[in-house]
């Protein structure tokens, strides 16, 4: 008999800005470990019962090199025993860690696995590892790389997004994450202490509660001039019909540059017996694809559709989404995609936008951040679903148990 | 503490001048309360063109307030501690007018960390002055961005002298490293070349808040301090064993501050102040290291009624291994020495030795070429008892026997003027037996040296039955003018570092015969803190030595009527000399091998006479039996009124035989178990080991008073 992968707990870093950010004082290994700490604390967890450790960091250079899930577990004194590695598929890496730690437990080879992510954006930025695909001129030649905004302008341009369309997203993304951090909505969000047990951070501060379309409208577009330079010629090679790509995204209505960390606590039933701990939620099923990298970001409905039918559901069965708002229009193609004509359910604490998108990790945010939110609604099925660099999406169906 | 004067020229100068009557200007709060107000006129100021920082002390600014870090204890009341402070400097270096630090004294720790905050520093050239951040000494770090400034100022290899191992640099050198950045002659170039930068540097603004700032030699990543931090951990750990974290906790700032911006880096070097300020080792440090050892130098310890001496000239008799040490360190402190010795050609022998010491000092940059010609030519090394007569003290260094000593001190006295001191170099010969050969038993005194006199900071003065009170000062008063630690115990066997510190040998010894494995004690040893393991130190003092004074011990006893116990102790000893011969380092053997071209190591045949046992000891066992029996023995020398000060307890124990500095020496160790905790765990150790280390009475009494050891 197959197992079924149940998550016992998934909990949250809050994300600190990158400029005069409160956690830019922090190491990422440090970061993840007092996070680690804090997760095998609050479960009373015998650390030598983890099969591993999935850390999503997409970055892994510098602070964040040479296995960073490994220096963390080992410096959060967690048990010689426990085995770790650090994975990449991007930005949807904190999920693909929680998909993968399914897996190893459905297969019923591990049966507790901890799956998560960090990202440091303010010391090792995007871009720090200068990879191949931006870097090596042959590739990008090839593959007619461009930059993830310039993706999502095209995205805007082809559905005829506008940038008040954007904006507006943006908005409402700073409302409803403020309103939820005022009505404590964020249950998995644990403050992070210094050394000395001083408080450094216990909420999200990247959200502005005062966004408004006027002010959002003086923001100037962060991808036309490397649009107008050349990169707006690659994207025509591969969108002919396109004459001219709008260029309607900005600071305001992309996701925020922050630091971050997120741990998902995913074990088979037995496990959990055994170190008494309840289930919170099972994961019904999970999908990764692929689309055209050069548009890039269309990956979550796709994704979205495959792990539906997967798991022998349709749209209509799901209660709550979480759509990752890397850019405000991915979230518009998604709900175009799948014919959903509000945002009733979608993104209902608000999103990466308001709070951040701290890469490695977002994954597992909103992984936690869906959960708690079924659970004070008592709602059963939740959805999470992340765009991904090279055109890939990753979705994740849950269900309460 | 600050007085501000503006000229003419619309330069404002502040001066700063503590009303400390030992002419130092010491950081304290009222240096910050000043500083605040002379900042929040001159921002006020629109004329204002430039700021000169001056002092009209014999030191610039020195200290890092310990006594009020001391007295912190709660993580929130550190950090706005060192925010408060933190952000007075961050408002002078803000300024928009330029700002000088024209150093015309030492600048040290908290000092040092000012002279950074500001945009330019000029310092006079001495030969006696010393600048840098020795707060690792201390147990603690610089926190008021000092280690943020160096290290943006002389990038992170050249930091780690000054904030890691604590070193303090000459006019000179400081300007070779950057520390400092200008280098005048005179004072009144002090003064004119600051003006001069304030005129062409009008808007300036420090390096590193300029946009695009980049650390001399990168940050902690790049290609250079990548490999020097790759090594540097291990190395540090190493020399410390983990005992002293404040060493570690500046390393992590180091690094990490260059990873961040100048908000994050200044919280970075808070917070480790905090964690290193709010713990027991930083208090243990600063108890022993700032409080006691000043409370020394003070003379707590000296009779305060008697004026005190300088002393020109010294005699001392037996140019041995004491001897002639001895002679080196007076004439190093400018006091002519009279070296005397049995024949010429003794005296003259040692006086090769004494310059030889000369020699290697002086290529080690200790002491310059005049000053050894200076103090050699002021040494006489004689056969003439007459050449007594010019002395004010005199030493006697003989070989460690009473007879001799007795003989030696009757036939010279009939040399010395009345007025001279007279002291005995000895660690185990009462006093007051050696006293009653003296024709002024008020005059005579103990003055034991630890031996190698050059480089040992201890010195264990001990007062017979009738030495008077102004012999006790005149001894003091020698012992400082050495520049050495003066400690005052009085006349029981043993006094009081030989009787302790044997505790540490014995132990080793004890757990030898248990059939530990060797290695683990030496180990557990020196993990404690120790320089050495247990038989490392056996083997030093000569296991043939350790035999004579348990014959010696013996003898004494009797006379005494008490019985003389046997241990462990003799049964090693017999092992070791009787049996095999092994009589220590000296001789290439002892517990050790000595081979000629490497390095020592245990005897292998060990195990064949000390056989291993099956059973197993912890180290922290180890480890609290060396701290245990050694705390109880000095429990028991204060109830027996060797010695009454904690200082000189403490002192003593670290600079005698190197008790650990991070447990703050033996009774501060006390202290930190708590007294309580120390009584539990003592009768724990009393069941399983033995009556040695039954807690003494007076803990119990002190707990019942709340007391600790001060």
């Known amino acids: 008999m197959t197992e ?33 700490v804090q997760l095998s604390n609050r479960n009373n967890l015998d650390t030598s019962k983890i099969d591993d450790v999935i850390i999503g960091c997409v970055m892994p250079v510098r602070e964040q090199g040479a296995n960073i899930g490994k220096t963390a577990a080992q410096y959060a004194g967690w048990n010689v025993d426990v085995p770790a590695m650090q994975i990449s598929r991007c930005c949807g890496s904190g999920l693909e860690a929680i998909n993968l730690a399914a897996t190893k437990i459905k297969s019923g080879f591990e049966n507790l696995v901890v799956a998560g992510g960090i990202e440091s954006m303010s010391r090792v930025p995007m871009g720090a590892d200068i990879g191949s695909m931006a870097y090596e001129t042959k590739i990008s030649l090839n593959n007619h790389y461009v930059p993830q905004g310039i993706g999502a302008d095209l995205i805007a341009t082809v559905n005829s997004f506008s940038r008040k369309d954007l904006d507006a997203l943006a908005v409402q993304s700073h409302k409803r994450a403020f309103n939820a951090q005022q009505n404590k909505r964020f249950k998995s969000l644990l403050p992070v202490y210094d050394q000395n047990g001083l408080l450094i951070l216990e909420k999200d501060e990247h959200i502005r509660p005062e966004s408004n379309l006027i002010d959002l409208s003086k923001l100037k577009p962060s991808f036309e001039d490397l649009g107008s330079m050349g990169f707006d010629s690659f994207a025509q090679e591969v969108y002919p019909e396109i004459e001219q790509i709008e260029h309607l995204h900005t600071a305001g209505n992309s996701s925020g540059i922050v630091d971050g960390a997120s741990l998902t606590l995913l074990g088979s039933k037995e496990m959990g017996e055994q170190i008494g701990l309840k289930p919170r939620a099972r994961i019904l099923s999970f999908a990764t694809c692929s689309t055209d990298p050069t548009i890039m970001l269309t990956g979550p409905a796709p994704a979205t559709i495959k792990s539906l039918k997967r798991a022998s559901m349709t749209i209509k069965d799901i209660d709550l989404f979480e759509v990752n708002e890397a850019f405000a229009s991915v979230v518009l193609r998604f709900m175009k995609d799948l014919k959903l004509s509000n945002m009733n359910n979608i993104n209902v604490n608000g999103g990466s936008i308001a709070m951040g998108h701290p890469l490695g990790a977002t994954g597992s945010i909103l992984l936690g951040t869906l959960l708690d939110e079924l659970e004070l609604r008592d709602l059963s099925t939740g959805l999470v679903t992340l765009c991904v660099a090279g055109g890939m999406g990753i979705a994740t169906v849950i269900e309460r148990v | 503490m600050i007085i501000y004067q503006k000229d003419a020229q619309n330069i404002v100068t502040l001066t700063i001048d503590g009303s400390d009557e030992h002419q130092f200007n010491a950081v ?91 945009h330019h520093s000029i310092v006079k050239s001495s030969k006696e002055h010393k600048y840098g951040l020795p707060e690792v000494n201390f147990g603690v770090l610089p926190a008021l961005g000092g280690i943020v400034r160096l290290t943006r100022k002389i990038g992170i290899d050249k930091s780690l002298r000054f904030l890691i191992e604590g070193v303090l640099v000459g006019a000179k050198e400081s300007i070779e490293c950057g520390l400092i950045d200008e280098l005048v002659e005179t004072e009144k170039e002090l003064m004119t070349n600051a003006i001069k930068w304030i005129d062409v540097n009008q808007n300036y ?86 409080f006691q050892k000043n409370d020394i130098n003070a003379g707590l310890s000296r009779p305060s009624e008697i004026n005190k001496t300088k002393f020109s000239k010294i005699g001392i008799i037996g140019s041995g291994l004491m001897g002639h040490g001895i002679g080196y360190v007076s004439a190093l402190s400018g006091i002519s020495v009279v070296l005397i010795d049995l024949d010429q050609k003794k005296a003259n022998l040692a006086l090769d030795k004494i310059q030889k010491l000369f020699y290697d000092a002086e290529q080690k940059k200790q002491v310059q070429p005049y000053q050894s010609k200076r103090a050699i030519s002021s040494i006489q090394a004689t056969d003439d008892l007459h050449r007594l007569n010019e002395c004010d003290l ?317």
């Open chain 2, 28 to 118: 304290c709060e009222d240096f910050f309360v000043d500083l605040n107000l002379h900042l929040n006129t001159i921002k006020k100021d629109k004329s204002a063109k430039g700021v000169i920082l001056t002092s009209k002390r014999r030191s610039f600014l020195t200290g890092s307030d310990l006594d009020t870090i001391y007295k912190i204890n709660e993580a929130q009341e550190a950090f706005d501690f060192v925010e408060r402070r933190k952000k007075v400097l961050r408002k002078l270096e803000n300024l928009t007018i330029p700002v000088v630090a024209t150093i015309n004294g030492d600048a040290t720790g908290s000092g040092m960390e000012v002279v950074l905050a500001c």
């Open chain 2, 205 to 290: 603004t420090q390096p590193w808040n300029r946009k695009n700032f980049q650390l001399p030699d990168g940050d902690a990543f790049s290609k250079m301090n990548a490999q020097i931090l790759h090594n540097y951990p291990s190395q540090l750990r190493k020399k410390t064993r983990g005992n002293y974290p404040a060493a570690e906790k500046i390393l992590n700032v180091v690094t990490e501050s260059t990873l961040v911006d100048l908000a994050a880096a200044s919280k970075i070097e808070s917070r480790a102040f905090v964690e290193i300020i709010t713990s027991s080792v930083s208090k243990n440090i600063i108890t022993a290291q700032w």
């Open chain 1, 4 to 36: 079924l992968a149940y998550i016992y707990d998934s909990i949250r870093t809050p994300r600190g800005k990158r400029k005069q950010g409160a956690l830019n004082e922090i190491t990422p290994t440090d970061l993840l470990s007092k996070l680690m």
């Open chain 2, 394 to 710: 005199i030493v006697e260094a003989v070989f460690e026997d009473i007879s001799l000593k007795e003989k030696v001190i009757e036939r010279s006295e009939e040399f010395i003027n009345g007025k001279a001191v007279f002291a005995s170099n000895t660690s185990t010969i009462p006093i007051t037996r050696l006293s009653k050969k003296s024709r002024d038993p008020e005059k005579f005194i103990g003055i034991h040296f630890f031996s190698p006199v050059n480089k040992m900071q201890l010195v264990e003065i001990i007062k017979g039955e009738k030495t008077s009170s102004e012999t006790l000062a005149k001894a003091f008063d020698y012992v400082l003018q050495l520049n050495k630690i003066p400690i005052v115990v009085n006349d029981k066997r043993g006094f009081y570092t030989s009787r302790v510190f044997e505790r540490y040998v014995k132990e080793g010894f004890s757990l030898l015969m248990e059939g530990v494995n060797p290695q683990n004690i030496e180990f557990a040893g020196m993990q404690a803190g120790f320089p050495v393991g247990p038989l490392s130190v056996a083997d030093e003092i000569g296991i043939s030595l350790l035999n004579s004074i348990r014959i010696q011990e013996k003898v004494h006893l009797e006379t005494e009527g008490k019985q003389y116990l046997k241990g462990p102790w003799d049964d090693v000893i017999d092992i070791m000399i009787k049996k095999l011969n092994r009589t220590g380092r000296v001789s290439r053997s002892g517990f050790y091998d000595y081979p000629k071209d490497s390095k020592k190591k245990l005897w292998p045949g060990l195990m064949n006479h000390f056989p291993l046992s099956t059973a197993s000891i912890t180290q922290n066992e180890m480890m609290d039996r060396f701290y245990f029996s050694q705390a109880i023995e000095a429990v028991k020398c204060f109830e027996e009124g060797v010695l009454s000060s904690v200082a000189d307890a403490n002192i003593g124990s670290i600079y005698g035989w190197g008790f650990p500095i991070f447990k703050g020496g033996v009774f501060q160790f006390i202290n930190d178990c708590g007294l309580n905790a120390f009584k539990v765990r003592a009768r724990e150790l009393s069941d399983k080991y033995g009556e040695r280390f039954v807690p003494p009475n007076s803990i119990e009494s002190m707990i019942k008073k709340d007391q600790i050891f001060k």
